[in-house]
């Protein structure tokens, strides 16, 4: 199987594993792990911010960020296709009070500065106000678009001017700083925090790391242990975290091979995919007379494994396993299953 659903299937490779073998652990709950004390800070400066958390999943990176920048019952504003919207069981209500204002951000995949003041709510004795501006890059459902920094400085700072703080959910955002040549730090420079990931493109087993000041990431800690996060001797899984810091640059090599399978299924007759920015590549199959269910069971049964997006819309996803010559292969494949639909 050809696995392209998501680059969360991506498995350690042996540096990682040894990493993990030999990793000096403690008791993180008391700040004792020396391993997880090192990812944190190095976490940290490479973004750019104060200080870092060490948080099991990025979901939950992004809900304690909503819980600590909030009080209950405000607003949330936050693009309509937002992760923290679509995918995380409605963790915003859930865990946090808050009500959330969508925006359709489109191809953009930020809020305009117009959209911001046209979406904030001020509190008065009937309204809780908005609460915080919530940001993603890159932006998953809009295909993994690449947000030109000067785009969330713009929001940010239009969130900023009417007091309301912004988190990034930023789960690939090392894969926007390789495809807009850019610092990680400068992409989230002028934001109050954000999460990114260690185990989707850069290929750790396990983890994310939520950063902002040395305030927010105090708070942060106290509502980690609340939603259940706390962890004890995580050297052992944060290990891998610290090797997947250092090798950012090789998702260039996925940022290509994305290329290579857009260009190919665009050749498929029936199917159209727009070039990506980064490793998310979506192909419409709405003119091969398949829906995104049909399209997906047909690529599996070939051995190709991609994921619905929409009611004709499919994600395939590069990273670390999957080379150019499987894309090639990949590509085969999915010609036979639509011929064969």
């Known amino acids: 199987m050809i696995d392209l659903r998501s680059d969360t299937v ?3 490779n042996d540096a990682m594993r040894e990493a993990a073998r030999d990793a000096p652990v403690g008791d993180d709950v008391y700040g004792e792990d020396p391993t997880v004390n090192e990812l944190e800070a ?16 990025g979901t939950m990176g992004n809900q304690i960020a909503a ?12 693009d309509e296709e937002a992760h923290v919207v ?4 409605g963790g915003l209500a859930q865990l946090s009070g808050l009500q959330v204002r969508t925006v359709d951000c489109g191809p953009r995949a930020v809020p305009t500065p117009e959209q911001v003041r046209e979406r904030y709510v001020a509190e008065d004795l ?6 915080l501006l919530e940001l993603e890059n890159t932006h998953n459902s809009r295909g993994g678009v690449a947000i030109p920094a000067e785009r969330v400085d713009a929001a940010a700072e239009a969130a900023h001017e009417l007091g309301v703080p912004v988190h990034l959910d930023g789960a690939r955002l090392f894969n926007a700083a390789v495809a807009l040549d850019e610092a990680p730090e400068r992409l989230v420079e002028n934001v109050d925090s954000v999460m990114f990931c260690l185990s989707k493109g850069l290929g750790a087993p396990v983890g994310s790391v939520l950063a902002g000041s040395e305030e927010f990431v105090a708070r942060a800690r106290r509502v980690r242990k609340l939603f259940g996060g706390g962890m004890r ?3 052992i899984v944060a290990a891998p975290g610290l090797l997947a810091l250092e090798d950012a640059d090789r998702l260039a090599e996925d940022h290509e091979n994305a290329r290579a399978l857009a260009a190919g299924l665009n050749e ?3 199917l159209s995919a727009p070039e990506p920015d980064t490793n998310i590549v979506v192909a419409d199959s709405a003119d091969a007379g398949l829906t995104t269910e049909e399209f997906v069971a047909a690529c599996g049964e070939r051995g190709v494994a991609c994921g619905a997006f929409g009611e004709y819309v499919t994600r395939f996803c590069t990273h670390w396993d999957v080379d150019r010559d499987d894309v090639d292969e990949a590509l085969s494949r999915v010609e036979a299953a639509v011929e064969g639909a």
Request: no cysteine.
């Open 67 to 78: 819980r600590v920048h909030t009080d209950r019952g405000q607003e949330i504003i936050v």
């Open 10 to 12: 991506t498995r350690p």
């Open 86 to 89: 679509k995918w995380e069981l």
């Open 126 to 131: 009937h309204r809780p106000g908005t609460g």
């Open 233 to 235: 001797q995580a050297g």
């Open 42 to 57: 190095r976490a940290a400066e490479t973004v750019g911010k104060e200080a870092a958390l060490y948080v099991p999943t």
């Open 268 to 270: 498929i007759p029936g």
